[in-house]
Nanobody
Framework: QVQLVESGGGSVQPGGSLRLSCAASGIRFSMYAMAWYRQAPGRQRELVARITSGGTTNYADSVKGRFTISRDNAKNTVYLQMISLKPEDTAVYYC?????????WGKGTLVTVSS
């Protein structure tokens, strides 16, 4: 059974930083790409960042230069380091992976950027 558990969300002022974590279980973590998505109120869920099993990364244009995705295969964990946060980054952030022709999601962690 694949499980993804996010943590690290919270409230931060504009310009602040947060690091999100996603602990995965039920898969051979090192073999699969992992991704972070987010969904703001009233908006569709969007891809924020993705990292392949080989470590190749890609980012949404809106977060390039501010967010960094990384993975620790020994800990079965993927991270999203976020700096220079903006109010428009406010959203629920979800961890995602595709395994055996299914897409798996965590329950999400809320990030609020407000002064």
């Amino acid at each position: 059974q694949v499980q993804l558990v996010e943590s690290g969300g919270g409230s931060v002022q504009p310009g602040g930083s947060l690091r999100l974590s996603c602990a995965a279980s039920g898969i051979r973590f090192s073999m699969y790409a992992m991704a972070w998505y987010r969904q703001a109120p009233g908006r569709q869920r969007e891809l924020v960042a993705r990292i392949t099993s080989g470590g190749t990364t890609n980012y949404a244009d809106s977060v390039k230069g501010r967010f960094t995705i990384s993975r620790d295969n020994a800990k079965n964990t993927v991270y999203l380091q976020m700096i220079s946060l903006k109010p428009e980054d406010t959203a629920v952030y979800y961890c995602n992976t595709d395994f055996s022709m299914r897409s798996y999601w965590g329950k999400g962690t809320l990030v609020t950027v407000s002064s």
